[in-house]
C-alpha cells in the first residue's frame, strides 16, 4: 500500500511543480515587460527618447497619396512595362 500512496503523492507532486513552473514563466514574462515599459518612460524623461507624434499629423491629401502612387508604380513596379 505504501507504493500506491508514493506513487500518488509523486503525481500530485509533478502537478504542483508544473502549476508552480508555469506561474513562474507567467511571473518572468510580466517582469520583463514591466522593465521594457520602464526603460521606455526613462528614456522619454530624460530626454533620450524623442515624443514622436505621427498621431496628430493631419491625414495627407488624396492628391498627395495619388502622386506617390504613381511615382512608385512608375519608378518601382513593373519598371519594365511602363518604359
Do not use: C
Amino acid at each position: 500500500m505504501s507504493k500506491i500512496t508514493n506513487i500518488e503523492d509523486a503525481i500530485k507532486s509533478k502537478k504542483v511543480r508544473k502549476k508552480l513552473t508555469k506561474e513562474k514563466d507567467e511571473l518572468e514574462l510580466e517582469i520583463f515587460i514591466l522593465q521594457k515599459k520602464l526603460e521606455v518612460v526613462e528614456g522619454f524623461l530624460d530626454g533620450n527618447i524623442k515624443d514622436v507624434d505621427w498621431h496628430n499629423k493631419p491625414p495627407m491629401s488624396s492628391g498627395d497619396i495619388k502622386k506617390i502612387y504613381e511615382d512608385y508604380m512608375k519608378n518601382e513596379y513593373g519598371k519594365k512595362d511602363y518604359d
